[in-house]
């Protein structure tokens, strides 16, 4: 107990509140492995509150604050009493005997004794970051919780590995959902502060924010963080800049902010948000750096017609079997190959909740073969004796290069389907400005014959390393096709702008 109140005594003369924190925390630091069961033995039920006060008053402090750590410390001593046997299971390997929800329970009470301290004790602004070490193993211990009730009822809730956060899970957790109203009780207490900035908890608002997604995400209530968002943002005049916040705070906001606005399908800002986490990630972070690609690597298929290079992919191997077989294919247009590369990454691509976004990029697949198909037609003199490509195609040699691609069996796709997907594919918009047009059936074709300007990336490989960069601006609001001509029904043929862009960003 003595090693605990010394960093409580020498925190409180520094005004150090990671230090202060370190006091509460579960786990065992490295340089003192018994810690924790040191500080449980060395008192008792009948003698701890007067035990902890005698430490707490060694320092000077006012009644109330000293009441309020004097119960916090009560309360971690009792959490540690339900923690203690379940680390001794865990490391005897019978972590299923392990009661976790009466750990849960206790930590609560910890949780709630500092949210007390701060509503009626007069803690002050710096030692916020126990705020942090309560509400994160809030977290941890109501997820154990959960799979413990989920495995006597022989339900599995709890799902750990690659980006749990962002995955939800579908059964009940009724102790997570417990955990989220605590740690919004701690987002109140920060946003609510009106003490000035200096000394104000308005700067514990990004880690309580940043843990609040967690669980939302976890919990598969993703609605519930955009009123979050919607509270930051009514805040903001009272709020100390984003920018003045620690980084690993920013990139973790950041993070969830893009992934948000991602499932929400607003591109441009899932790629601003998303891009700006990844620029600011730590160069070896490399899981967070993974979560990061996993969204902006879809989300820059869309806005911008880019995909990752091989050097970018390499660090990461569950990305570059993800994505390696998509980029291939929409590279060569193999619309046999995405297809294929979709169902055999289905099951990861549903679980991450980006199959539908990576679906949508079967339309640059097509794109690309419709290009070759436009090659292919080679050259022809105009009135003026010069060679310039050919650009009235029969509609059934687009059919024969789409049937081939597909993979299609018992011969060429019907005229009508196939005029279909080209009056799609003039008809679209660029995923920046406008992605809920719908789809042209073959009952409604119309002959589209207006040209949009448009500058895209001659290539869609030209990215830097690590950066998607492109060769030329882009302005993604202005709508954008991905073919500039029209279908002329009455001739069987498809009019291709004759200006060199009738496939606007590649060159041709």
């Given at each position: 107990?003595?090693?605990?109140?010394?960093?409580?005594?020498?925190?409180?003369?520094?005004?150090?509140?990671?230090?202060?924190?370190?006091t509460?925390?579960?786990?065992?630091?490295?340089?003192?492995?018994?810690?924790?069961i040191?500080f449980?033995?060395d008192?008792?039920e009948?003698?701890?509150?007067?035990?902890?006060?005698?430490?707490?008053?060694?320092?000077r402090?006012?009644?109330?604050?000293?009441k309020?750590?004097v119960d916090?410390?009560?309360?971690f001593?009792k959490?540690?009493?339900?923690?203690?046997p379940?680390?001794k299971?865990?490391?005897?390997?019978?972590?299923?005997?392990?009661?976790?929800?009466?750990?849960?329970?206790?930590?609560?009470?910890?949780?709630?004794?500092?949210?007390?301290?701060y509503?009626?004790?007069?803690?002050?602004?710096?030692?916020?970051?126990?705020?942090?070490i309560a509400?994160?193993?809030l977290?941890?211990f109501?997820i154990?919780?959960?799979?413990?009730?989920?495995?006597k009822?022989?339900?599995?809730?709890?799902?750990?590995g690659?980006q749990?956060?962002?995955?939800?899970?579908?059964?009940?957790?009724?102790?997570?959902?417990?955990?989220a109203?605590?740690?919004?009780r701690i987002?109140t207490?920060?946003?609510?502060?009106r003490?000035?900035?200096?000394e104000?908890?308005?700067?514990?608002?990004?880690?309580?924010?940043?843990?609040?997604?967690?669980?939302?995400?976890k919990?598969n209530?993703?609605?519930?963080?955009?009123?979050?968002?919607r509270?930051?943002?009514?805040s903001?005049?009272?709020?100390p800049?984003?920018?003045?916040?620690?980084?690993?705070?920013?990139?973790?906001?950041?993070?969830?902010?893009?992934?948000?606005?991602?499932?929400?399908?607003?591109?441009v800002?899932?790629?601003?948000?998303?891009?700006?986490?990844?620029?600011?990630?730590?160069?070896?972070?490399q899981?967070?750096?993974?979560?990061?690609?996993?969204?902006?690597?879809?989300?820059?298929?869309?806005?911008?017609h880019?995909?990752?290079?091989?050097?970018?992919l390499?660090?990461?191997?569950?990305?570059?079997?993800l994505?390696?077989?998509l980029?291939?294919?929409l590279k060569r247009?193999?619309?046999?190959?995405?297809?294929?590369?979709?169902v055999?990454?289905?099951?990861?691509?549903?679980?991450?909740?980006?199959?539908l976004?990576?679906?949508r990029?079967?339309?640059i697949?097509?794109?690309?073969?419709?290009?070759?198909?436009?090659?292919?037609?080679?050259?022809?003199?105009?009135?003026?004796?010069?060679?310039?490509?050919?650009?009235?195609?029969?509609?059934?040699e687009?059919?024969?290069?789409?049937?081939?691609?597909?993979?299609?069996?018992?011969g060429?796709?019907?005229?009508?389907?196939v005029?279909?997907?080209?009056?799609?594919?003039?008809?679209?918009?660029c995923?920046?400005c406008?992605?809920h047009?719908?789809?042209?059936?073959?009952?409604?074709?119309?002959i589209?014959?207006?040209?949009?300007?448009?500058?895209?990336?001659?290539t869609?490989m030209?990215?830097?390393?690590e950066?998607?960069?492109?060769?030329s601006?882009?302005?993604f609001?202005?709508?954008?096709?991905?073919?500039?001509g029209?279908?002329?029904?009455?001739?069987?043929?498809?009019?291709?702008?004759?200006?060199g862009?009738?496939?606007?960003?590649?060159?041709?």
């Amino acid at each position: 107990m003595d090693n605990v109140f010394a960093d409580f005594r020498e925190a409180h003369q520094i005004w150090s509140g990671p230090h202060l924190a370190t006091t509460l925390l579960p786990i065992n630091p490295d340089s003192n492995p018994n810690r924790l069961i040191s500080f449980y033995r060395d008192s008792e039920e009948s003698k701890i509150q007067a035990d902890i006060r005698y430490h707490v008053n060694a320092i000077r402090l006012s009644n109330a604050e000293s009441k309020a750590w004097v119960d916090v410390y009560i309360a971690f001593w009792k959490a540690l009493g339900e923690l203690l046997p379940v680390e001794k299971l865990m490391r005897e390997g019978r972590g299923m005997d392990a009661d976790w929800i009466s750990a849960y329970e206790a930590w609560k009470e910890l949780s709630n004794a500092l949210i007390r301290g701060y509503t009626n004790g007069g803690f002050q602004a710096w030692t916020v970051p126990c705020l942090y070490i309560a509400g994160k193993y809030l977290r941890i211990f109501a997820i154990k919780a959960d799979d413990q009730s989920a495995r006597k009822k022989g339900v599995n809730t709890f799902t750990s590995g690659f980006q749990e956060d962002v995955v939800g899970d579908l059964g009940k957790n009724e102790k997570l959902e417990d955990a989220a109203r605590v740690i919004n009780r701690i987002f109140t207490l920060c946003i609510s502060d009106r003490a000035p900035l200096e000394e104000s908890r308005k700067w514990g608002l990004y880690y309580t924010t940043n843990l609040l997604f967690k669980t939302y995400f976890k919990l598969n209530s993703i609605g519930l963080s955009k009123n979050i968002l919607r509270a930051l943002e009514a805040s903001s005049s009272d709020m100390p800049p984003l920018e003045a916040f620690p980084k690993s705070h920013i990139v973790t906001f950041k993070y969830y902010v893009g992934v948000i606005w991602f499932l929400e399908e607003d591109y441009v800002k899932a790629e601003e948000n998303l891009t700006e986490a990844w620029n600011m990630c730590h160069k070896d972070a490399q899981k967070n750096r993974e979560l990061i690609l996993t969204y902006l690597i879809p989300t820059r298929l869309l806005t911008t017609h880019t995909l990752p290079t091989t050097s970018l992919l390499s660090p990461y191997p569950r990305l570059q079997t993800l994505f390696s077989p998509l980029c291939q294919s929409l590279k060569r247009g193999d619309l046999a190959r995405f297809d294929a590369a979709l169902v055999a990454g289905e099951e990861q691509f549903v679980k991450r909740r980006i199959y539908l976004t990576l679906e949508r990029g079967r339309d640059i697949a097509l794109r690309n073969l419709l290009r070759k198909v436009f090659l292919a037609g080679g050259l022809v003199t105009d009135k003026e004796g010069q060679k310039v490509r050919r650009t009235r195609i029969d509609v059934e040699e687009f059919g024969a290069g789409i049937s081939m691609a597909a993979g299609v069996k018992g011969g060429a796709m019907e005229r009508d389907e196939v005029e279909c997907l080209l009056a799609n594919m003039i008809y679209k918009v660029c995923a920046g400005c406008c992605l809920h047009l719908p789809r042209l059936r073959p009952a409604k074709i119309k002959i589209i014959n207006q040209i949009i300007p448009i500058n895209l990336n001659p290539t869609f490989m030209n990215t830097s390393h690590e950066s998607f960069a492109r060769d030329s601006p882009v302005d993604f609001h202005d709508k954008q096709g991905l073919m500039k001509g029209y279908i002329s029904r009455e001739h069987g043929k498809v009019v291709l702008s004759t200006k060199g862009n009738a496939f606007p960003g590649t060159g041709v």
